[in-house]
């Protein structure tokens, strides 16, 4: 039986890059700590939400597998 969560190759390898790619920038950019903390925060989110096999969310501050907008939020966007 072929499940839906976990995952795949392709992931791991695009999660591995980013590090890298989030590092690079530390080391040879000193980038801001604001912008460190967004990107490691994104690639959080990619991976919960991959590994329960969601896309993304419209609204990254949301996260949630279960989250439904409310209507006034829906009206913002």
């Not at 890298?20 to 989110?45: D, S």
Request: charge should be positive; glycine fraction near 6%.
């Amino acid at each position: 039986m072929a499940t839906t969560k976990g995952l795949t190759l392709k992931d791991y390898n695009w999660i591995n890059s980013k590090c890298r790619a989030i590092a690079k920038m530390e080391e040879q950019h000193g980038v801001k700590e604001r912008f460190l903390r967004n990107e490691l925060y994104v690639l959080g989110v990619f991976a919960f939400r991959h590994f329960h096999g969601a896309e993304m969310p419209e609204d990254m501050l949301h996260p949630s597998l279960n989250y439904k907008p409310l209507s006034h939020e829906r009206q913002a966007v």
